[in-house]
């Protein structure tokens, strides 16, 4: 049996020799190298994918060549299922590709660019994998020291029993393929633990609110069936709220374990789109939730969650509601916001797209767009009256948004602390980052660096990159930021004895002193040289002053893209 020891071990070396070295740190979102890039992913996911039994993926791969267009190189797909290691190859007698256990080069071929393009379809049985995808300019067969990859994990749930639902169906069918149910109402209330739902495509118009919970080995999974959207449509729904709920929607998890929503579509709901409330190990994966005239989606009162990969459109589009977008409020804790897209808020008072609040805590929000918020921001820290602690925020997406791309705020007398900020790409909002949103409470360790802010404050003498304005924040660090509005960069607090400012880039002078913008310490003052910034292409060009100028005391472990630093 051939065992992970030596391809671990040469990873390892890979890592060792491509770590981030501790004087020479890039400034901004994005990471300079001349050596190829490489991205794998899975479904648009690139580290870690949940997923049950014989689901349908698609693995993409995208190359930069960068400077070694046209080198010879080794290319590598590998998998590893516990101690096997597995090589996709090609036999050029059949005329078709398969896996080859060991360690095996795929193909030999001078290096080029090529776009994000599907690779492979993937449907696996239930345990746990690893993918690498990498090059290697030694073009020998071998592995060796100048390899460069991405990985990704795939968790696979097991199943025990598969029913189908169809709109075509009969509630007194066995649930099978060739006889689904017809109401979602008869398969939330028979699913057990273990239990897949595939709802074949159609309309549906009623309520989902699931009546069991599943458990750590088994969860409840509701889904499209393969190939097909399932819609629960909400126009003339009678919704009913669920015991202890704050308010009604179209799907609602009320005080439920481990129960997974994965590819529906939700839209018209004449309260929210989907509700989690007072639960625990949920997964909302890949739905999309369109006009609702309240949240698209809210997780409150709830732990040990992951909200991935969903699309919340017109969200929050009925008039004089003040919701959010996404809304995770009342005590959520160990939580994961990822890969979601925001957009296109709706009415006349929809609030910010998405919000951790009311004593939230615990939370990664990462890989996720928001973009076209017409009244409010993209994304709202709120502690409320409480305390919204541990929050990191990296690797996002935020732009034109009507107020901030992030703000940070205790409304009411909160506490905000222990906060994150890093390698998030945020233009075109009136303010990119905004401490306080005019508002006073304290606020405790918040780290703002690598982030690049690009026309923010377009026109707007008080719109800018960075906005401190919070005078009981304490502990605050702006660091490796590279800032390139027209107007204000970094206006700073009334006391700025509580601050650190330094290795930051500007793209030119303060426009005024009224504003109370500053520099800080050992900052460039130059344009940063994007790769084209009218096409919002925010990487480095060769020779950007940014380049290796920043502070290796607070620094990513990879970029905006997921390039080692």
């Not at 046209?70 to 398969?98: C, H, I, K, M, N």
């Amino acid at each position: 049996m051939k065992t992970m020891k030596p391809f671990h071990l040469l990873f390892l070396c890979f890592i060792f020799l491509h770590s981030p070295v501790t004087w020479a740190v890039d400034i901004g979102a994005h990471h300079y190298t001349p050596l190829p890039t490489l991205q794998m992913d899975v479904d648009g996911r690139y580290e870690r994918i949940q997923g049950y039994a014989f689901q349908n993926f698609t693995l993409n791969v995208k190359v930069e060549a960068n400077t070694q267009s046209g080198v010879p190189v080794d290319w590598w797909l590998v998998a590893q299922v516990g101690e096997l290691l597995f090589s996709y190859q090609f036999d050029t007698q059949l005329q078709q590709f398969y896996w080859r256990e060991g360690v095996h080069a795929l193909a030999q071929t001078p290096l080029q660019s090529f776009p994000r393009t599907p690779l492979i379809p993937l449907s696996l049985p239930a345990g746990d994998f690893r993918l690498y995808f990498g090059l290697d300019t030694e073009a020998d067969g071998q592995l060796s020291g100048s390899l460069r990859f991405s990985t990704l994990e795939m968790n696979i749930q097991a199943l025990q029993r598969i029913f189908y639902v169809s709109p075509q169906g009969d509630d007194n069918h066995p649930g099978t393929l060739a006889q689904p149910w017809r109401s979602p109402e008869k398969a939330a209330q028979t699913a057990q633990a273990g239990d897949l739902i595939l709802f074949r495509g159609g309309t549906y118009r009623s309520q989902l609110t699931p009546v069991n919970s599943g458990n750590a080995a088994y969860p409840i999974i509701f889904a499209s069936h393969p190939g097909e959207t399932a819609v629960f449509n909400g126009n003339s729904v009678n919704l009913v709220k669920g015991p202890g709920a704050p308010f009604s929607s179209l799907i609602l998890v009320n005080n439920l374990s481990h129960i997974w929503l994965m590819g529906l579509k939700v839209q018209g709901s004449q309260d929210a789109g989907i509700l989690v409330y007072n639960s625990n190990n949920i997964l909302l994966q890949d739905n999309y939730v369109y006009d609702s005239h309240d949240a698209g989606i809210a997780v409150w009162r709830s732990q040990n969650f992951s909200v991935d990969g969903n699309e919340v459109q017109l969200a929050n589009n009925g008039s004089g509601t003040e919701q959010e977008n996404i809304s995770i409020g009342e005590d959520a804790q160990d939580f994961e916001i990822r890969y979601n897209k925001i957009h296109e808020g709706g009415g006349v008072r929809g609030h910010n797209a998405l919000s951790i609040k009311d004593g939230s805590r615990n939370g990664l929000i990462h890989h996720n767009e928001i973009t076209d918020i017409p009244n409010n921001s993209c994304l709202y820290l709120d502690a409320w009256n409480a305390l919204v602690d541990n929050i990191s925020i990296y690797q996002n997406r935020l732009h034109d948004c009507h107020y901030h791309g992030i703000a940070l705020a205790g409304e009411r007398g909160g506490t905000v602390s222990n906060i994150s900020i890093y390698n998030n790409l945020i233009y075109q909002n009136n303010y990119g980052l905004h401490l306080g949103n005019g508002y006073t409470s304290p606020m405790e360790n918040i780290q703002i660096y690598n982030n690049t802010f690009y026309d923010n404050g377009p026109g707007n003498v008080y719109g800018g990159s960075i906005v401190l304005r919070n005078s009981e924040a304490n502990q605050v660090v702006v660091r490796n930021n590279l800032m390139a509005s027209d107007d204000v960069q970094l206006q700073k607090l009334r006391d700025a004895s509580r601050l650190t400012v330094e290795h930051n880039l500007f793209s030119h002078e303060d426009k005024t002193s009224s504003n109370g913008e500053m520099h800080g310490d050992n900052f460039i003052l130059a344009d940063p040289l994007f790769v084209n910034a009218n096409q919002l292409d925010l990487r480095l060009q060769a020779g950007s002053p940014a380049i290796a100028q920043g502070s290796a005391a607070t620094v990513p472990v990879d970029d905006f893209d997921g390039q080692v630093r």
